[in-house]
């Protein structure tokens, strides 16, 4: 039986979840900004006509905001993060297998699941999740997964397709393909595009058209496994379980720039404890930390700096103490006075799945100074799950004016008591 | 490491005494009643979770707040939180959250002479007609409310 995948992605989905609590911004012009309310991340289709980019500098745009009255808000991760998750798990119910592919878009696999009619199929995912969750999503189906994210694609574009549409039939596939350009292609990057156009392949046809040993040839596999994914061969299997991240970073840039080691070390100390808790969360260790600084580079009047340090552990860890003391012996290193920092950061890789509890690892007796408490760290845990940010170790500080500018937050209407959303 | 000493010959382990770490053994689970044991015992299965009660569909459940007196017929108080859930068919006389005008409002759905219309349960309020689509117009079906005495 020929495979059927499906991909469903949320229409500007930042702004959706804004727009279901507050009709009132529907049909108007809303966008929704980065961390530190610096660039735009998701733009309302009123906001793609103006001709706002994604993830241009608000100061750039600052005329069309006024000119429009741009409805403006700060990322919300709260109420994204459970507003996704209520979509995933309704996407659940229409597909025995199911890949998480990002905060907004999952795969879905249909083999076998609604071969007569998967158009009809689509429209029900569509009206179920809408109904479900208020998000209004696109769904692009093919028997590879590159060709439903092209679906999908074509789907967004063009709404005489109501949101759903389906590649299987090859003659409708070259028809769409002769007038997408290549670098539209999942996968396919601004540099490969860049290389591909020198070479007089502009259109996605003109890609897959391509025998793809030359393709690998002269670019590499991952490029020939989309020509084959291209003309419906399957390459990519769906991921349904999501891998243990590798690697796990916590970094931000700051409302105002820092001069004093004190307060680097303060917001450092915090973003240790948040990659920490990550740490835990997914049952891992590490053993090896990474800090970086740097000033503003895109402030070119002031002395640029930036530096990073990495250590490794002799033993594997996971306690947030022992990832703030080492992170701490890093920046005494790195840091120099004289410059305004813009943003820091902690990044911990060489991550492995932590031993069962009472097992020791090999060498496990060397005294670090600091013992390992697994059941002190899962205690901390748990309150600050109950209780958010209620308990945090005392280098993260008290004076918290370095955090992100959020100016511009909603409310988190899904996930605190006290801020529901009001009805009359 | 250069505390840690292994002698290949009889295979053991040395190390300082002040590093000397705790190591958690894991304790008997459950618990070992001196006495008779608890003849409920038998009997426990686990604590009621109000969730079970009140929400069917976790997805589609979303709580609100009821802001003032319109609806006070209904035993939906101000400052009352009402249980939402999105997946229920709306019909005639459940009563729903509206976006209506660009606000959302709590009333019973009704339909009169094929009319749709949303009725305040409180004289003071007048019903109001719905000419919009339905389908974009009913934000959720409220199934519990939920008011602190």
Redesign the interface.
């Known amino acids: 039986m020929q495979p059927l995948i499906a991909l469903v992605d949320c229409n500007n989905f930042y702004v959706s979840c804004e727009r279901v609590?507050r009709?009132?911004?529907?049909g108007k012009p809303v966008a929704v900004l980065s961390n530190n309310d610096g660039c735009i991340v998701a733009r309302s289709q009123e906001v793609k006509d103006f001709g706002v980019k994604m993830g241009v500098p608000l100061f750039q745009i600052q005329q069309l905001v006024n000119q429009h009255q741009i409805q403006l808000f700060s990322s919300n991760y709260a109420l994204y993060a459970d507003m996704s998750?209520?979509?995933m798990?309704?996407l659940e119910e229409f597909a025995p297998s199911l890949e998480i592919y990002s905060i907004d878009e999952a795969f879905l696999d249909l083999t076998g699941v609604c071969h007569k009619d998967p158009i009809a199929y689509g429209h029900k995912i569509r009206k179920a999740v809408f109904?479900?969750?208020?998000i209004p999503v696109c769904v692009g189906m093919g028997p590879t997964k590159t060709l439903a994210k092209l679906a999908n694609f074509a789907a967004k574009k063009w709404k005489m397709t109501g949101g759903v549409l389906e590649l299987s039939d090859p003659v409708r596939r070259e028809k769409l393909m002769r007038i997408v350009p290549v670098g539209e292609v999942w996968g396919i990057g601004s540099r490969t595009t860049e290389k591909l156009n020198k070479i007089g392949i502009n259109t996605v046809w003109d890609l897959a058209i391509q025998p793809s040993k030359r393709i690998q040839a002269q670019f590499n596999i991952a490029v020939a496994r989309t020509v084959l994914e291209l003309n419906g061969i399957l390459c990519l299997e769906l991921e349904e379980v999501s891998a243990d991240k590798q690697q796990i970073v916590c970094s931000r840039s700051f409302s105002r720039r820092l001069t004093e080691y004190k307060g680097l070390a303060a917001a450092l100390a915090e973003f240790c404890s948040r990659a920490a808790e990550k740490l835990r969360e997914q049952r891992s260790v590490t053993c090896c930390i990474t800090v970086f600084i740097r000033t503003n580079p895109f402030n070119q009047n002031e002395p640029q700096y930036q530096r990073s340090a990495s250590a490794k552990l002799?033993t594997t860890t996971q306690d947030t103490r022992v990832i703030i003391a080492t992170a701490n012996r890093l920046l005494t290193e790195i840091y120099k006075m004289g410059y305004r920092y813009h943003k820091c950061g902690v990044q911990l890789s060489n991550i492995k799945p932590e031993a069962s509890?009472?097992q020791?690892e090999l060498?496990d007796?060397?005294?670090n100074g600091l013992?390992e408490n697994r059941?002190l760290m899962s205690v901390v845990d748990q309150i600050n799950r109950r209780f958010p940010k209620s308990i945090s170790v005392a280098a993260t500080g008290i004076d918290k004016s370095w955090k992100s500018k959020a100016n511009r937050v909603s409310q988190r209407?899904?996930t605190d008591?006290r801020e529901?959303?009001?009805?009359? | 490491m250069d505390q840690l000493l292994i002698f290949s010959a009889s295979t053991y382990i040395r190390y300082p005494a002040k590093s000397v770490r705790r190591i958690p053994l894991p304790l008997f689970e459950g618990k070992v009643a001196a006495g008779f044991p608890s003849p409920a015992d038998d009997y426990v299965e686990k604590t009621l979770d109000l969730n079970e009660l009140l929400v069917q569909k976790p997805a589609a459940t979303f709580f609100a707040r009821a802001q003032g007196v319109s609806m006070i017929g209904a035993g939906i108080h101000h400052n009352d939180i009402l249980v939402v859930d999105r997946s229920i068919e709306p019909v005639p006389g459940k009563i729903v959250i509206c976006a209506l005008n660009g606000e959302l409002t709590v009333k019973r759905l009704d339909r009169e002479n094929g009319q749709w219309k949303l009725a305040a349960e409180n004289p003071d309020y007048p019903d109001i007609a719905i000419f919009e689509d339905l389908e974009m117009v009913i934000w959720g079906v409220v199934t519990n409310v939920i008011h602190p005495l």
């Not at chain 1, 009709?23 to 529907?26: A, G, N, Q």
């Open positions: 609590f009709p009132d911004l529907i998750a209520r979509v798990s309704t109904r479900t969750t208020g002799d509890p009472g020791l060498f007796f060397i005294d013992h059941p209407y899904t008591w529901l959303v009001k009805v009359r």
